[in-house]
């Protein structure tokens, strides 16, 4: 499913319902931070102000049903090859609906169609991520960059973040020097 997409389904009740997926726009940003900061108060994501948002709105995407807004994701940039999948969040309402997995389906989409290497996320359920094709990884494997949220992060000293990492090419492998954050891609050996 790509960005600005729409998919039908039912209520619990039989009622049929209209769920479109949209890149993010500046008039969403205060439910956006309305259901990211619902979050962040319970201590399982980062808090998120005005002008973050603003500044990464091209970042967000949404998902609406029937026109409210009842999830959102963001795919961030960190190097040319690798993307970061934050502030994934749906309406408490709305979880095991399915709304989480289209959102990343969505991002993987446009991290596909520029042709990132892999995609990354820190999380607290990562469950859901393998369900997704995510595998766990060392958070030192990540790139640097992906830490510069963390020193703002309450539980720095502490973090209980899960590190899980989607390879989008089959020859992707990680650095084999741990720290270093970058990532490498192994070409076919080719004979002389």
């Avoid at 703002?152 to 020859?171: G, M, N, T, W």
């Amino acid at each position: 499913m790509t960005a600005n997409a729409q998919c039908t389904g039912e209520t619990e009740t039989g009622d049929a319902t209209q769920l479109t997926v949209r890149k993010a726009r500046i008039g969403d940003i205060h439910e956006l931070l309305h259901l990211i900061n619902g979050y962040a108060a319970n201590g399982i994501m980062l808090p998120r102000t005005e002008f973050e948002m603003s500044e990464n709105i091209r970042d967000f995407t949404v998902a609406l049903l029937d026109g409210r807004l009842v999830g959102c994701g963001a795919l961030h940039f960190y190097t040319p090859t690798i993307a970061e999948v934050r502030s994934l969040a749906v309406d408490p309402a709305m979880k095991t609906s399915g709304v989480g997995r289209v959102l990343v389906d969505v991002l993987e989409g446009e991290a596909r169609e520029n042709e990132l290497h892999a995609i990354f996320a820190f999380t607290y359920v990562p469950g859901f991520f393998r369900k997704l094709g995510f595998k766990e990884v060392d958070r030192g494997e990540l790139p640097l960059k992906a830490w510069k949220d963390c020193l703002r992060c309450p539980k720095f000293q502490a973090c209980d973040e899960i590190a899980v990492l989607k390879p989008l090419r089959s020859h992707f492998v990680l650095d084999p020097e741990p720290g270093l954050g970058s990532i490498l891609i192994q070409l076919p050996q080719v004979r002389r």
